[in-house]
């Protein structure tokens, strides 16, 4: 079992940067990708982006693609998602996932184990 702790949310303003932080531990070796996802009121879970964990591979919805950055370092088993270029539309609670599938989801079926959400707030 993967245990995923996200950090790193709070207020910011429009245009600000922010960068979230997932740390994995458990039996990081039976996942073969991660992703961050949001949630916004009212709204269904969105994908944000994804990464391979071998091939560090990267994909990202067309709303964030150019302003977010998804990473990882494996000698921490830690995945960030650097934010710039904030918006208002932003705001949602951001969830990390794990994935144990042969290739790297971007829909949230496609990941079994989730951390608790980091809220994530963009005043305009």
């Known amino acids: 079992q993967v245990q995923l702790v996200e950090s790193g949310g709070g207020l910011v303003q429009a245009g600000d940067s922010l960068r979230l932080s997932c740390a994995a531990s458990?039996?990081?070796?039976?996942?073969?990708?991660m992703g961050w996802f949001r949630q916004a009121p009212g709204k269904e879970r969105e994908f944000v982006a994804s990464?391979?964990?071998?091939?560090?591979?990267?994909y990202y919805a067309d709303s964030v693609k150019g302003r977010f950055t998804i990473s990882r370092d494996i000698a921490k088993n830690t995945v960030h998602l650097q934010m710039a270029s904030l918006k208002s539309e932003d705001t949602a609670v951001y969830y990390c996932?794990?994935?144990?599938?042969?290739?790297?989801?971007?829909?949230?079926?496609?990941?079994?184990?989730w951390g608790q959400g980091t809220q994530v707030t963009v005043s305009a």
């Open positions: 996932a794990a994935s144990n599938l042969a290739y790297t989801p971007t829909v949230p079926s496609g990941y079994r184990t």
């Open positions: 458990g039996r990081i070796f039976s996942s073969t990708a």
């Open positions: 990464i391979t964990w071998s091939s560090g591979n990267t």
